[in-house]
């Protein structure tokens, strides 16, 4: 065991307390890393807020780091290597084995219950095993991850900044690249344009659509997006937002990303669809109520949901930085560091909009 610190989350709404606690040795298959950064995600506000994993807990799932140690069985993977960690899942089945593993069969239980591969914890205060979140509680100065988690990337490419691609961003831009894949001149619409709906902004410039409309109720945001790759904005506050999409695209887009979870948004981005359009889910979205004939069925439409982009991260991660390093994915200017103490005033910029996407700059 090795004393690290760690921002643990004790109870259901309470605010990130950093605390000395003990890691374990990793495992069969795993490595420990020393974090040198990690995004702040809404997931991880969801977490705390409506216990979807148990307490207490260390929560933090967009952790970029270097390797430290590998445990038994690693390959693939030396002492110093820059890492980006992303979702935990088992490796081998079927959807795993066939480039799927954003649904693996496992995907629930490894990300949001609390211990890792083997039933066990990692993490402990004292007498108590504090829980692990997405294989990899990375609100902390070291984690011990699966070896499978852990994507290597170009070590010329400024770590500090890379922790979100291993979540938000691949979420966003995966769903465009990996699932959509809208051809070379078509149109595509992004409701919300957090850090999700920018990076699927993004990722539809690197494809060439001819119409990339932005949606938001920030004005500041939108600006953000037309500087981004959006051709188009429109304030849902202040327009008709699926007249206007209509009237942009003449008569409707071809696809959509549905990040906000509104259902009266959920609804509006499948309204503002032509025939055999596409709306792709991404938000923790409550029930909504549709009226399936004439939002759906009428005109042939289709209305997905996608995880964390449907990625394969070992592929994807560093193809996202091949695009960063090219100047055509500039997720950089989305981040704002913050200090490891500034954790609960992060949150509360993400969740006010002061921020698009925190991250915490926890060690060097």
Known sequence: MMKIQAAVTAEQGSDFEWQSVELAEPALGEIRVRIVATGVCHTDAVARDLGIAPFPIVLGH?????VEALGEGVSGLE??????????????????????????????ELNFGGAMDDGDHRLAHGDESLATFFGQSSFATHAVVS?????????????ALLGPLGC??????GTVLNRLKPEFGSSLVVFGCGAVGLSAIMAASITGCRQIIAVDVHDSRLELARELGATHVINGQQEDTVERVREITGGGSQFAVETTGVPVVVRQSLQALKPLGVSAIVGVTPEVTLDVHHDLMAEGKSM???????????VFIPQLVAYYKAG????????????PEQINQAFED??????VKPVLRIGR
């Open 62 to 66: 967009e952790g970029a780091g270097v």
């Open 79 to 108: 002492v110093g290597d820059h890492v980006v960690l992303s979702f935990a899942h088992c490796g081998g089945c079927g959807h795993c084995l066939t480039g799927h593993p954003t649904v693996c069969d496992t995907f629930n």
């Open 147 to 159: 070896a499978r988690n852990a994507v290597k990337v170009d070590p010329e490419v400024d770590l």
């Open 168 to 173: 938000g961003i691949q979420t966003g831009a």
């Open 304 to 314: 997905i949901g996608v995880i964390e982009g449907d990625s394969v991260p070992r």
């Open 328 to 339: 055509r994915f500039p997720f950089d200017r989305l981040v704002k560091f913050y200090a």
């Open 350 to 355: 993400s969740k006010n909009g002061t921020t």
